[in-house]
């Protein structure tokens, strides 16, 4: 449910008034006036002339020693001019005279820091301040001597606040707890209603209703209280960080949290709820940068639909939301037709151009300043934000409608504020032709005149008509002329794309205008897929097509449209303003690939010179179109062609950094950028890193395994790898020859000596090498050592150690047509010795057997219950002798794996498979019976017995030589005995059922001689 | 010394976002801004282009090879909030699945480790993490929503480990292989994730870095009882969390080094003993852990100023590791 916005500066209005350093914030109740007071002075801002105002700093006879805890204006139209302002145990009452705020008076009573000071509802005179020192004192304003009544309590109160329906009642908060009190009964609180296990940070009163309030606290959650019924709260509100301020809306029944910000997370702490769906918020207001510490709303204005959010935070800044309708609804209210535009008041509150733009206006010659003079409000806001505002909201599109129709004319002066010297050099622009921009709607036509003028070297005429929701765009060169009509559904932006047409006259041929449809139609698309609005990237395009006819014959259109038909223009479409969340791409980087390559892609020569001392990396994708927006006319002229690329972002910046503070600006960079194209990506480079690595491909290919002749083994190691010169190596298996020869060799009975594994130059010398080996990685050494000290010492040669095999047997006789007499020999009672780990005391055994088995653990050189790990070393390095291509080598290894390698899909774990002798129908695991010493298993095609590789079905158990069946069931079906038998299809049943092995279709078995 | 094997002229269009080779080292694959997909062939200091996949309507931002017991097969991911998953069928390269369920741009996939099957992680920026897996020739995605808040930049898998079983001798029934990833994001967090009953759960939060992550890495396992997460942030800084699996839950951050521009990623080698680190500033630094715990620079593949001139090998000078003992 909950949505991120992505607000643009038309939303939002930024004051930054770092001066102050002001902690408390305060709006009046005509919502002109800001209060920003903190310890460096007291100021007061009105709100209605933004742009230009000034703080109006309040004069303050004590130097302040003390931060501002907070501050309010009287809520009175009466004292509207009145405010208190709260510093350590004293509130100072300020009011307006002779336009100046002075102080009238100072209530001084409390002993501790004044917490919370709260105007009465009711009563203009009447002041409420809680303290720490546990008092609650209502002040009168005509007797500031001393406290009109006082509360006391045993612990600190934090807030206090009066309810805003009756004028009796007030309630504050003591940590967890919130009291009522009735001003007339002094001596004990009305209520007591323990809220939150935690501290309470912020009360308010339901606006409308008496007997409501909501806490917010430190415990994570914002509660509504009934004051009628104390048991249970309301309802709940839960967020994952402590809620710092909660207030309710004043419309529907919403409800505005601030979080406390978690470790540097600040991007969503101003969240508005609404009461039916506590589960989520409804919006999220970003943008502040640091702590909110105050929130206010602004009465609302009648002819206005927005209401209107002030914000002050840690970031110095003041923020200004506006809460549209859709929002207000989302919180219950019923919002009346909104066809009527309440813009004039968002034109009031659009913000100063942002990064100074403005300020190089000013600064810059005349022509630049006429045309600029008292359009300020016009030029207001982001313009191109605009465009990028997803809208789910249909009742809204109309208005956002007229706004990115006023955004076609605004994204020009965007990119083109800053140097006056290119709006004169115009003039000399040999392809342009007159132009004239008449939007139906805007007031001041001259202005956008001349910026596309110098934007568009062509003829541009748009006309846009809000009531029938469409406009006309025409451009020429001097070759062509286009005009196209575009017409906006009702549902636009949402996956609706506008229709377009090419409407007479034109010069274009049919064909040709039919691609150029094709185009636009297509980035028209993609911008409404997500959900964007598509005039200027339709616009842009327009251009570029028109570009291209004018550059290149007619014929090189083809090529144009194809690409872009085919997506190629749709690099305009990214770095946008709504990629802010788009984590800026890696242009260079290094990765470990395979077993030793490093690759390495870097940027491209020519953009290679990090100006990292001029320049940070940016950080979001969206730094991009920041980034367009701050260049000069002529490059955008080129990015209208190129659009944005992250190679162009390096190009700029590299030029810009290369070009010193002497040369300026030269009209050479724009051939600089242009000839630097010629390579657009970095080189890849394949770095060997082998050298860096423990391990060795060398060695793995000399290593040698021989189970019957460990000494050797070691010695043939040692010389391996002293070849690589590994001293440390040739040292270990120095020493691994001689712990590994026959004369340290244990005993087998535990009543000779104690066994080699035991002495300090046995397992300890051992661990110790493995501990220093893990230590450095070197998973080769690891693995070779478990092999050879581990404690399967020899392969395994036979895998029915592990208890989870199933057998399956095969009788080759089997008359008994479609009936399997395959015997399912559940959990293997094998005949080989359990691993002595399997044993476990307790189990009545016999204590000499018992003997023997520790024993047999202490024989080992490494102890057994690693095993496992051993096991893993053995795994790792078999995967890296399976990169290295050494097959062989790998295979070996994995001989020595304690447990089989488990299959991943198989439901067994292992299965293998035995014969029923034909002749004593004795089970056998081997082609030869064990009782009758003849050949077990018989080939169905040529009737000799099987001794290698063979193959049967599942199902009727006849089979025989691989190559015999394999020849037999390329041409046939069925069984080869005529047992009716179809092998091929039974026996993959018999997988799917039982097996589910994931081999070819008949089991191969690799008979042992 | 650090060689240069080969150098690979991609010809791309537009800026590379990755490069990456395939499980024997003999593939290249790299991606780039313009939209395009090309795998060489580098073996023995050649290079010839196997394929160019196109399929992309954006800027590719990174591609992942799969464990080539499934067949050759690379994911890719882009701007376009799509998921390619390409496949060599018979030295053709086609597209053999597209995941289009994201709602923004999809910053990083990386494949399970192959104990898991054919198993892709996708993460994006609208803040979810999608996981892709193979069955029965079908793909079922998991979407784990909101796993970070304003987006989610990277993924990785753990390596497969099985529970406790460094310690404990394996039972005799089938090891339950626990799946875990970790992801980093915009939210300036470190999740890392953990499959319980086919949910993903955070199981842990990771919070040390103050500005978005980057790129997250876990380093691979050669059997040693604790894992190990590189970390990196546009804050510029490396960090290296360690969790001992005999003690218990705790991941402890250690930061590896400041940087003086933004980190961009970090890759860890095959045995988990070096770290790659390489960011904004267009230069690559090869890290080390000493037998003391510390980090150590032991490589710089600088590429950075004043050798634009020439399209020669970095230099990377690095010290050969000393023999020990």
């Known amino acids: 449910m909950s949505t991120r916005w992505t607000w643009t500066a038309e939303n939002v209005s930024i004051q930054n008034c770092s001066e102050s350093q002001a902690t408390a914030m305060a709006l009046d109740s005509t919502g002109d006036f800001v209060l920003l007071a903190g310890r460096r002075g007291i100021d007061v801002l009105c709100l209605s002339d933004i742009p230009h105002c000034k703080p109006q700093r309040v004069k303050h006879k004590t130097t302040m020693k003390w931060d501002i805890s907070v501050a309010e204006w009287n809520p009175h139209s009466e004292q509207k001019n009145q405010f208190v302002t709260a510093s350590n145990q004293a509130a100072d009452v300020f009011t307006l005279s002779e336009s100046e705020y002075v102080q009238a008076m100072s209530l001084k009573a409390h002993t501790r820091t004044i917490s919370d000071l709260n105007w009465s509802v009711f009563n203009p005179n009447l002041l409420a301040t809680s303290s720490v020192d546990t008092y609650i004192y209502i002040w009168d304003t005509r007797e500031s001597k001393k406290p009109a009544s006082a509360f006391s309590t045993f612990a600190g109160a934090g807030q206090v606040k009066w309810n805003k329906k009756d004028e009796h009642c007030l309630a504050t908060v003591h940590d967890g707890d919130i009291r009522l009190w009735d001003k007339r009964k002094g001596n004990q609180a009305v209520k007591y209603i323990s809220a939150h296990v935690s501290k309470i940070y912020s009360l308010d009163w339901d606006p409308n209703n008496q007997s409501h309030l909501i806490t917010a606290s430190q415990d994570c959650s914002a509660k509504v209280w009934d004051t009628n019924n104390e048991q249970k709260a309301v309802l709940e509100i839960r967020t994952d960080a402590p809620q710092w301020k909660v207030r309710y809306t004043p419309f529907g029944d919403g409800l505005v949290t601030i979080t406390m910000p978690q470790l540097r997370q600040r991007e969503k702490n101003l969240l508005m709820w609404s009461q039916s769906n506590p589960a989520a918020p409804i919006h999220s207001f970003t943008g502040h940068s640091d702590d909110i510490l105050e929130f206010q709303w602004r009465p609302k204005d009648v002819s206005s639909f927005d209401y209107h959010m002030v914000t002050w935070a840690r970031d110095y800044t003041l923020r200004i939301w506006r809460v549209e309708p859709y929002l207000q609804r989302l919180c219950g209210v019923e919002v009346q037709d909104l066809n009527l535009s309440g813009s004039s008041e968002i034109e009031i509150l659009a913000s100063p151009p942002k990064s100074g733009s403005s300020l190089s206006m000013a600064s810059s010659a005349s022509p630049a300043r006429q045309l600029m003079g008292g359009s300020n409000d016009l030029m207001g806001g982001g313009g191109v934000g605009d465009q990028n505002r997803s809208l789910s909201d249909l009742d809204e599109s109309i208005t956002s409608l007229e706004q990115e129709f006023k955004s076609l004319a605004r994204i020009t002066p965007q990119t083109t504020i800053e140097p006056v010297s290119h709006l004169t050099s115009f003039f000399s622009f040999p392809s342009l032709c007159f132009l004239s921009l008449i939007p139906t709607y805007s007031a001041t036509p001259s202005l956008y005149l001349y910026f596309f003028s110098v934007s568009f070297p062509f003829l541009h005429r748009t006309f846009s008509d809000l009531g029938s929701r469409s406009c006309q765009i025409s451009a020429s060169s001097n070759r062509h002329t286009i005009r196209m009509k575009m017409t906006f559904p009702p549902q636009y932006p949402v996956k609706v794309s506008p229709k377009l047409a090419i409407i007479s006259p034109t010069t274009l041929d049919n064909q040709t205008r039919m691609k150029v449809l094709e185009v636009l139609n297509h980035s028209c698309m993609q911008q409404v897929e997500l959900e964007r609005f598509c005039i200027s990237t339709c616009f842009n395009q327009l251009i570029t097509i028109l570009e291209g006819l004018q550059l290149n014959s007619p014929s090189a259109m083809n090529g144009s449209s194809t690409k872009g038909s085919s997506g190629g223009q749709v690099t305009s479409s990214y770095g946008t303003a709504s990629d802010k969340n788009i984590p800026f791409p890696r242009t260079s980087g290094a990765r470990f690939c395979s077993t030793d390559k490093l690759v390495m892609f870097t940027r491209p020569n020519s953009m290679k010179k990090s100006s990292t001392i001029f320049q940070a990396t940016p950080k979001a994708l969206s730094a991009l179109s920041q980034h367009r927006g701050q260049q000069n006319i002529q490059s955008t002229r080129k990015e209208n062609q190129e659009g944005l690329s992250i190679a162009r972002f390096y190009k700029e910046r590299e030029n810009k950094h290369r070009r010193g503070g002497k040369h300026r600006r030269k009209n050479s960079d724009v051939t600089q950028i242009s000839t630097s194209t010629s390579q657009a990506c970095g080189t890849v480079f394949v770095f060997d890193t082998s050298c860096l690595l423990p391990i060795h491909q060398k060695l793995a290919e000399t290593y040698v395994l021989i189970p019957d002749d460990v000494p050797r083994m070691c010695s043939l190691n040692a010389n391996a790898a002293a070849a690589v010169g590994r001293k440390d190596l040739l040292q270990v298996w120095s020493l691994a020859s001689l712990a590994s020869s026959p004369k340290l060799s244990p005993y087998s009975s535990p009543d000779h000596e104690r066994p080699w594994a035991k002495h300090p130059m046995g397992r300890q010398l051992l661990k110790s090498l493995m501990d220093h080996y893990s230590s450095i990685h070197d998973v080769q050494t690891l693995a070779m050592l478990s092999c050879v000290f581990g404690e399967n010492t020899r392969p395994r040669g036979d895998a029915m150690n592990s208890p989870s095999i199933q057998r399956f047997f095969v009788s080759p006789d089997s008359d008994s047509m479609f009936s399997p007499d395959w015997i399912i020999d559940g959990y293997g009672h094998s005949s080989l010795p359990e691993s002595p780990d399997d044993y476990k005391f307790g189990q009545a055994r016999n204590p000499e057997e018992m003997e023997k088995d520790i024993h047999r653990a202490n024989m080992q050189l490494i102890d057994p219950s690693q095993r496992h790990q051993l096991d893993k070393f053995k795994k790792k390095y078999a995967d890296i002798l399976y990169k290295w291509n050494l097959l062989d080598a790998r295979a070996e290894l994995l001989k020595y794996m304690s447990y089989p390698e488990r299959s991943r899909r198989s439901q067994l774990d292992f299965s293998d498979f035995g014969i029923v002798c034909r002749r004593c129908k004795k089970r056998s695991m081997s082609v030869q019976c064990k009782e009758c010493k003849k050949y077990a298993f018989e080939c169905s095609i040529c009737h000799v017995a099987v001794r290698g590789a063979s193959i049967f079905c599942l199902f009727c158990g006849h089979g025989g030589h691989t190559q015999h069946m394999l020849d037999w069931f390329k041409l046939e079906k069925m069984c080869p005995t005529g047992c009716g038998c179809v092998c091929e299809r039974e026996s993959q049943r018999a997988c799917e059922q039982d097996v589910s092995c994931s081999s070819p279709i008949m089991p191969t078995v690799s008979a042992k001689r | ?325």
């Open chain 2, 1 to 325: 010394m650090v060689s240069v094997i080969s150098t690979v002229d991609t010809a791309h269009e537009d800026m590379i976002h990755d490069a990456q080779m395939d499980y024997y080292g003999i593939r290249l694959a790299t991606c780039s801004s313009d939209r395009s997909v090309k795998i060489f062939d580098v073996k023995g200091g050649q290079q010839t282009l196997v394929a160019n996949l196109r399929g992309h309507e954006g800027p590719v931002w990174q591609v992942a090879w799969a464990h080539p017991m499934y067949g050759n097969i690379l994911a890719s991911c882009s701007y376009d909030r799509k998921v390619i998953i390409w496949k060599e069928t018979n030295g053709a390269w086609d597209k053999l699945y597209e995941y289009g369920n994201h709602e923004s741009s999809v910053n990083s996939v990386q494949w399970a480790p192959s104990e898991f099957g054919l198993v892709l992680a996708a993460a994006s920026s609208d803040g979810s993490v999608s996981v892709l897996t193979h069955n029965d020739g079908k793909w079922d995605s998991q979407k784990v929503k909101d796993a970070h808040a304003i987006g989610c930049n990277s993924v990785s898998w753990a390596p497969a480990v099985e529970p406790g079983s460094l310690i404990e001798p394996p039972t005799g029934q089938k090891p339950n292989l626990v799946r875990r990833f970790v992801t980093g994001g915009c939210d300036n967090l470190v999740k890392v994730w953990k499959e319980e009953n086919g949910e993903w759960k955070d199981e842990h939060v990771l919070e040390a870095h103050s500005d978005w992550v980057r790129d997250v890495a876990w380093a691979p396992s050669i059997g040693l009882p604790h894992s190990v997460i590189a970390t990196c942030s546009q804050d510029c800084r490396v960090i290296i969390w360690t969790n001992d699996e005999g003690t218990g839950s705790t991941w402890t951050p250690k930061i590896l080094n400041k940087f003086s521009d933004v980190v961009w990623h970090v890759s860890w080698s095959v045995t988990g003993n070096i770290l790659a680190v390489s960011g904004g500033d267009n230069k690559v630094s090869l890290w080390k852990e000493s037998l003391e715990g510390q980090w150590v620079c032991v490589s710089d593949v600088n590429k950075g100023e004043g050798q634009s001139q020439t399209t020669q090998s970095p230099a990377i000078t690095a010290t050969e590791p000393q023999p020990e003992q």
